[in-house]
T-cell receptor, first 115, second 113 residues
Framework: DAGVTQSPTHLIKTRGQQVTLRCSPK?????VSWYQQALGQGPQFIFQ???????QRGNFPDRFSGHQFPNYSSELNVNALLLGDSALYLC??????????????FGPGTRLTVL | AQSVTQPDIHITVSEGASLELRCNYS??????LFWYVQSPGQGLQLLLK??????LVQGIKGFEAEFKRSQSSFNLRKPSVHWSDAAEYFC???????????FGQGTTLQVKP
């Protein structure tokens, strides 16, 4: 049973560029959440996707956008990259049916470096 | 607003010694609480969770946590630490009905031989 997978593992971009990160949820899960983890900090919630729509969003600017596909996989897009966007981006999957009590399972993350 | 505080940024214990990592939460209703562990360069692995019922929760790798509503705490414990337990530990609380997690800043555990 495959867990949550993310690609790529590492990414280096320059300021102003755009980036796309990808996530495949754990088998049987239908909800994907994205988190940003800056160095030395706890993960911060970016947004959550369910039924191909953004269901909830954290305090992140519109430069951060996402998408969920019919197979439940998801993409995170960041436009006009800033140095401060350098972080580990974590994807987590869960099952919407169980709501707040469901456990989120995390992928290994994508390390984004903005130069 | 909901929040999680982990008062200890860094803790060092000797191998074989007991461990307690502190977590305090701020949440109006019954909290759903989690502890995750993160090894260097890795994602988060769930150690244990509390939703309701018995306030002492058992997890993987010999960890346990106790929910104390009166103290708004959910401290993580292990009776005997192994060198492989060295990692970053995060406490988290669910916010709202969609499972959004709010994390503490994390505690780095170092294990001395």
């Amino acid at each position: 049973d495959a867990g949550v997978t993310q690609s790529p593992t590492h990414l280096i971009k320059t300021r102003g560029q755009q980036v796309t990160l990808r996530c495949s949820p754990k088998s049987g899960h239908d909800t994907v959440s994205w988190y940003q983890q800056a160095l030395g900090q706890g993960p911060q919630f970016i947004f959550q996707y369910y039924e191909e729509e953004e269901r909830q969003r954290g305090n992140f600017p519109d430069r951060f956008s996402g998408h969920q596909f019919p197979n439940y996989s998801s993409e995170l897009n960041v436009n006009a990259l800033l140095l401060g966007d350098s972080a580990l981006y974590l994807c987590a999957s869960s099952l919407a049916l169980t709501g707040a009590t469901d456990t989120q399972y995390f992928g290994p993350g994508t390390r984004l470096t903005v130069l | 607003a909901q929040s999680v505080t982990q008062p200890d940024i860094h803790i060092t214990v000797s191998e074989g010694a007991s461990l307690e990592l502190r977590c305090n939460y701020s949440y109006g209703a019954t909290p759903y609480l989690f502890w995750y562990v993160q090894s260097p360069g890795q994602g988060l692995q769930l150690l244990l969770k509390y939703f309701s019922g018995d306030t002492l929760v058992q997890g993987i790798k010999g960890f346990e946590a106790e929910f104390k509503r009166s103290q708004s705490s959910f401290n993580l414990r292990k009776p005997s630490v192994h060198w492989s337990d060295a990692a970053e530990y995060f406490c988290a609380v669910v916010s709202g009905n969609t499972g959004k997690l709010i994390f503490g800043q994390g505690t780095t555990l170092q294990v001395k031989p």
